[in-house]
C-alpha cells in the first residue's frame, strides 16, 4: 500500500503536532496501516505531500483564486504573506508515487517506510504571487494583511523528511507556472469550440 501523508502533521518541525483535523485524520490512518502491517504482513510506504499544484485542479488554492480575482476584478484579499510554499508540480508527484509502488513491487520494503515529497523550493506566499503573475504576464489585486493568518498557519513547511530513493523534483516553480497555465490555455479553447460547434 501507498498511503498518502501530509506536512500538516508536523507542525513546528514535530515528529507529529497535527495543523487541523485534517492532518489528525492522516495520523489515524498511518496508525491503522502500521497495525496491519505489523499484524497481516503487509509492506507499506507513507508519501508525505506539500503543497501540489498544476493544470485542471478544481480545488480553491492559490492559483485558481488569483485568476478568478483577474476575471473579476475584485480584490483578493489574503494574509499579510510571509508564510512559506512549498509548492511541487504534479507530474513530480505522480512520479514519487510510480517510484514508492515500484519500491514495494520489487519486494524493496519489509515493514513501513516513509518519504517526503519536497520541492526543495520554499517561496514567501507573496513571493508566489509575484512569479505567478511574471510568468503569466498579468497583474493581481491583492489585499496583503486583508484577512489574517488561521489558527496554527504553518510559517515554515516540514523539513525533516527524507526523499523517496531516486526521485528527484524536476519543475521549478516557474516552469510549473508555465506548463499550468497553457494547459488552461488549451482546455479553455477547447471549451470554447465546444461551445461554438454545439450552437452552430
Known sequence: IVNTGTFSQHYG???YDPTNLYASTKQAF?????????VKGFSGI????FDTYGPRDPRPKVFNQLRKTQRTGEPLAMSPGEQLLDLVYIED???AYVLC????????VKDHERYAASSGERHPLKEV???????????APVEWGGRPYRSREVMEPW??????????????LSEG???MEESELVRDDGSRQKRKDRDG
Open 13 to 15: 518541525d514535530s515528529d
Open 159 to 172: 523539513t525533516l523528511g527524507d526523499p523517496v530513493p531516486g526521485w528527484i523534483p524536476k519543475v521549478p
Open 177 to 179: 507556472i508555465r506548463l
Open 46 to 49: 507513507t508519501l508525505v505531500l
Open 129 to 139: 504571487v509575484e512569479i505567478y503573475c511574471r510568468v503569466t504576464g498579468t497583474s
Open 101 to 108: 509502488a515500484g519500491r514495494l513491487m520489487a519486494g524493496k
Open 93 to 95: 508527484v505522480t512520479d
Open 30 to 38: 498511518e496508525s491503522i496501516l502500521f497495525y496491519y502491517i505489523r
